[in-house]
């Protein structure tokens, strides 16, 4: 195996395109170190990108937050701005493995091992956070529920790498959540995942919401029919029903050594009702 | 396989040390190094045993790679007590009988200083919470909490 | 055997019963302490073990002709290399059979060939090279489908014993157990209320953070040394030589600190793998086993499935007690069954009792002792009934279980009557215990349950030498999993009259001290301590020797007293007491060291019984569980050093919860485990879990001069069936299968729903 | 004489008898005299027993004395872990 650590994406995305064998990026490491120590991958070449300025930082911009690709757990929940604007999905990166792992594991890490039950993808994904994209081919921006396409398989090309993510500005009176289940209270790998973000006007009245689901399905899920169920109500008791129903019905999971078919689709409605209620408190709701 | 040249300091000392691409820092510190005070446990993240810090950050030694470390700053279990004067978690964790078999103790107390650096004041969930991603198999935790907490609170009056 | 028999609970102690700083805490706190894994040798050689991917298979060849052509591979065993020394020990060439597959392959990660090579990069590759011809066979893993008939039979050697007439047919149950007296039938039929349920438990691991680990070096001559984290390094240093054909006296084996056992580590596993290839690679040779291979190939804990049926009158009084108990113990007889059956009523007064058990065989590991082998899965079952049925007589589950607990003069369920016992104190401190009184929020529950445990001696060995400055070097042979040398050295000094920190305890090895039995069976503060105690007391005859020496007086004419030789009256003359440090600076010029010494058969360590009480939160809408609060009552005899008898409390405990809701091992279809990770098979965590309040009751135990009990296993007997009923309780349905996984509890919860 | 309570599963190697009576003196003896009396004990009695003399149950001590009144178990050697 080959280690390198270029100082640009430039020359971090060239090293990767050029590899005959295979090749990984390295940021936190806390999944591709298990993957090898368990013998499910070896690498000829590990990129290691936390010397590229560009993913070490949390950078506001006009539109929202940037997040380098090399940003740790633990620095997105030390960033009071961010913590501010988005707590779902800080929380939720937060929640990954233990505060060993979260000085080193990051959201893009995360995104890019693509397992259907990666704590910080439903809030993303509820968030509409963006990827962005560079590669021998320039730069790209798309939705990171379009970075996963099945369990340890992404849509990038030979060469390309996550650069960051990017979170939108929020307008006001908008909150997230993240809640998981786990069968422990720490350390353990989601059973269900549910990520609500919502935005209400003065009424209380929801305008906007995303609602994604983690664990039930090869992927992680967008599911726009229980945002339907949010949208236009006061996330009322009859809109909770209605949500943790579409949720429900949005499942398509495996019973495996996690839990079963039918306890991950019950749970789901569940979830997604307590962080719903999460969300739209935070949101400035009643 | 090539070797690569490490530079870092470890617990205040310069430590240079070649290693492979693929070896980890728990390898180096334990096989190169001879300082076998991080564990394996699992290799895999889930036990703590290998706890270290790096660059003040607590991590699992097993899932970073020697070579990462160039440039880093490294503390273990092997720094804590300063000459003599053991650290007042080490003491406490000896007062309170927090340890029976003690392979999980050096990474524990690594993690334990970490959280106190960070929460000098932490509850009885905080501190539970904060060693959560340490597994102990013999004590059920309880006294390992009970002498956090003690030092905790002995290094605030300090 | 004989003992001068002190009135135990009369005595007044010094230093027994306080806490001091364990001797080896410094080295332990600071990462000095040196565990299996930390040893090195000059041109150590790494050892990695190939593994069997195959829950069954038959192993036609062996190629490992390409892999001994990769540079830096100097030694490869397989089979070939372990002939059959055992000379129709079946016990032991099931260790044999198990450290190195012999014809099949009998689970999943059972080794199959071994390599020594320069680094690890170079032993990985060689496993790979290593080609293996499998011709894979049907296997079973769970314990009722292996009694099935037509299920894959693992040995055709196995006829079940103990059954009448003795089956023509090889299958998987090993032997049927039958324990009990009176007639059960006849008690039925005097019961106004019957309960009867069947119960399952998954298997467990005993979780002990440090793999296994060894470091081996044998030369040419047939002289060896070995380094090994284990329980027991007297009991590696016979096993390996037996099975090596090497003599006793040429294998030195050191015990390092070890990193938790809880009977796992009370056999061989790699031990004689290391030893092999350090024979034939003439280097000396490490092996470490990945967490990986922690969990598929060393030896965890039965699975089980259990009938329990209990009578009761309306009065409350048991009529009758039947039980029927079917654990699997991996692909080898010798689950522990027979202690399951012993155990599951031990704690009740009955006067119909039966308990059959029968030892079933699967392709799953080998399993080893895990913390009173066999009692935590038939106490789950039996005082999970005992629950309902104080309920169903409308009593409280305690005044159910003081009614009919068992007492000095009942005959237990598994024959012999009891002396003393502790069980009704704990029962009746349990019943003042504020625990008992607080008040229970919503959706939460408590549960109770008794536990018993039978303890054993064992054969033991101490040396105890009185240093020139009148300080002591005390030389046991018992590895100290939790503190034990400090219990060691609080005895020794209690007896000499000397403080503390002048007695010094270690681990010796093999060489240098008489044979030990595994630290294990809740033994070492029982036997190991009364050794010291007895090896103190013959330090102390000759310490008194010397001083009538030093006096010129004859010897009966002084007496030992609080750590002074003093003459026994005015007749004796008028000397000055003299210390142990005095009479030892002049031990060169009185006749030589002073030492003293014990070695015995220790027996009569006095059966032990908990009680302990739990509530539990129960999370209707999602089956998750917290333990809100946790209470352990236990008898210990004499607490030697209460913080660690605490320590053991607490352990016992917190397994017993990791058992009863999380813990499994989970089984694909194709017999390979799920799970192999501390990820997935999951013990608690720090976060998971509350303070446990310990109660400890000192009730002296007759056959220690202090009044000593064992304290390690007991404690693990209890929680399952407690937690159980604390989360029947909460959820308002009774769980009868572990661990109660939040889909299981989801599930039942629904049942109930659905029923109602 | 002394009477000995064998488990139930025993019983097929004993004549269908639970409680045998044997005379000896300790436990040597008594674990010799079973071997000799009932052939079938003797897988049993290699792979180990213990024996409970009036409630204390003894691992090894072959010089363990019986009395005639004495309550004597055979039970499976007892492990621990």
Known sequence: MRYERPTSLKQASTLLAKEKGSAYVLAGGTDLLVRMRTGFIEPDLVVDIKQIPATREIAITAGGFRIGAAVTGAELGEHAKLKKAWPGVVEAANLIGSKQVQGRCTMTGNLCNASPAADSVPALVAAAAKAVIVGPKGKRTIPVEQVPVAPGKTSLKKGEIVESILLPKRPSRSGDAYLRFIPRTEMDIAVVGVGVSVTLDAKGICTDARVSLGAVAPTVLLVPEAAKALIGTKVDKAALDALAKACSAACRPIDDKRGTREYRIKVAGVLARRAAQIARKRAGGK | ?158 | MPLDSTQPSKRDFKVVGTRPLRPDGIDKVTGRAKFGADATAPGMLVGRILRSPHAHARIKKIDTSKAEKLAGVKAIVTRADFPDKTDGDAGLYDVLYNIMAREKALYEGHAVAAVAAVDAATAREALKLIKIDYEVLPHVTDVDEAMKPGAPVLHSTIFTDGVEPKPKKPSNVTRRYEFGHGDVEAGFKKADIVVQRTFKTEATHQGYIEPHACLANVGPDGQGELWVCTQGHFMVRDTCARLLGMDISKLRVTASEIGGGFGGKTTVFIEPVALALSRKANRPVKVVMSRDEVFKASGPTASTSVDVKIGVTKAGRITAADATLRYQGGAFAGSPVEFGAMSAFACYDLENVRAIGYDVVTNRPKQAAYRAPGAPMAAFAVESVIEELAHKVGMTSIDFRIKNAAREGTKSSYGPTYGPIGLLPTLERAKQHPHFQAPLGPNQGRGMACGFWFNFGGQTCVSLNVNVDGTVALSVGTPDIGGSRASMCLMAAEELGIPYDKVRAIVADTSSLGYNDVTDGSRTTFATGMATILAARDAIKKLTARAAQIWSIPVEAVTWEKGYAKPAGSNAGNFPPLSIAEIAAQAGATGGPIAGHHEYSADGAGVSFATHICDAEVDPETGATKIVRYTVLQDAGKAVHPSYVEGQFQGGAVQGIGWALNEEYIYGKDGRLQNAGFLDYRIPVCSDLPMIDTVILEIPNPGHPYGVRGVGETSIVPPLATIANAVSAAAGVRLTSLPMSPPKILAALDRKAAAE | MVKVVVWGSLKPHTGGKAELEIEAGNVRELLNKLGETYPGLKPQLARGVSVAIDGVIFRDGWHEPLGKDSEVFLLPRMVGG
């Open chain 2, 1 to 158: 396989m090539s070797n690569i040249h490490v530079r870092t300091k470890i617990n205040g000392d310069v430590v240079e040390y070649v290693c492979e691409a693929d070896e980890t820092l728990l390898d180096v510190l334990r096989n190169r190094l001879g300082l076998t005070g991080a564990k394996e446990g699992c290799g895999t993240g889930d036990c703590g045993a290998c706890s270290v810090t790096i660059d003040g950050r607590l991590t699992c030694s097993c899932l970073v790679l020697g070579a990462e470390a160039d440039g880093s700053e490294i503390g273990t279990i092997e720094g804590m007590a300063k000459g003599e004067e053991l650290h007042p978690l080490q003491r406490k964790f000896l007062e309170h009988a927090a340890l029976q078999c003690g392979i999980c103790t050096p990474g524990i107390l690594v993690a334990a200083k970490a959280l106190l650096e960070h929460n000098p004041k932490p509850t009885e969930t905080e501190v539970r919470f904060g060693l959560a991603g340490n597994l102990c198999r013999c004590t059920g935790y309880d006294k390992i909490v009970r002498a956090v907490m003690d030092a905790a609170q002995e290094m605030r009056r300090a």
